[in-house]
T-cell receptor, first 113, second 113 residues
Framework: KAGVTQTPRYLIKTRGQQVTLSCSPI?????VSWYQQTPGQGLQFLFE???????NKGNFPGRFSGRQFSNSRSEMNVSTLELGDSALYLC????????????FGPGTRLTVL | GENVEQHPSTLSVQEGDSAVIKCTYS??????FPWYKQELGKRPQLIID?????GEKKDQRIAVTLNKTAKHFSLHITETQPEDSAVYFC????????????FGKGTTLSVSS
């Protein structure tokens, strides 16, 4: 099976812009979670989507949003970018039925100038 | 919300020694505790996990112990090898699917030969 893929791998934006990141889960996986990784804060949970519905949400402002499509692919959007949004954004997919491993994608490195 | 604390932040050992990393969690509803290994420039990968109805789990040189009463869990690596050098993250989840992970800040393990 192909692993979790994320596009684009690298992004450079300026403050105030918005950005959309994409995640394609492993075939058959219905849950997609998003995490922000920074040197200072480590890995922080953003939100989880399951069957096109947001099932869990972390403590991030409303500028961070997401959605999931019927094929389980997910997108994450960040509006009004701030310098502090510079980070590696990781998505992870899992079967999410009866518990199980989350498989991470390679991440999208976002730099906000 | 859930908070996971991880110690130590850095750990240096000689090849063949054992390494122990400890985590504590705050939410007694948490019931799934995975450990992830992240090598430099790579995605996090699950190395072992444990559920709250189990006290200990072992997989070759790696073991995890869980003390629900004290709300802490530990990763034990025996006979360390240079390829064990990486950042290790503990995490906790309180949903049955094992998603929406709350991570500790990570431990950088260095194994010197």
């Amino acid at each position: 099976k192909a692993g979790v893929t994320q596009t684009p791998r690298y992004l450079i934006k300026t403050r105030g812009q918005q950005v959309t990141l994409s995640c394609s889960p492993i075939s058959g996986h219905r849950s997609v979670s998003w995490y922000q990784q920074t040197p200072g804060q480590g890995l922080q949970f953003l939100f989880e989507y399951f069957s096109e519905t947001q099932r869990n949400k972390g403590n991030f402002p409303g500028r961070f949003s997401g959605r999931q499509f019927s094929n389980s692919r997910s997108e994450m959007n960040v509006s009004t970018l701030e310098l502090g949004d510079s980070a590696l954004y990781l998505c992870a997919s899992s079967l999410a039925v009866g518990g199980g491993e989350q498989f991470f994608g390679p991440g999208t490195r976002l730099t906000v100038l | 919300g859930e908070n996971v604390e991880q110690h130590p932040s850095t750990l240096s050992v000689q090849e063949g020694d054992s390494a122990v990393i400890k985590c504590t969690y705050s939410d007694s509803a948490s019931n799934y505790f995975p450990w992830y290994k992240q090598e430099l420039g790579k995605r996090p990968q699950l190395i072992i996990d444990i559920r709250s109805n189990v006290g200990e789990k072992k997989d070759q040189r790696i073991a995890v112990t869980l003390n629900k009463t004290a709300k802490h869990f530990s990763l034990h690596i025996t006979e360390t090898q240079p390829e064990d050098s990486a950042v290790y993250f503990c995490a906790a989840s309180k949903n049955q699917a094992g998603t929406a992970l709350i991570f500790g800040k990570g431990t950088t393990l260095s194994v010197s030969s």
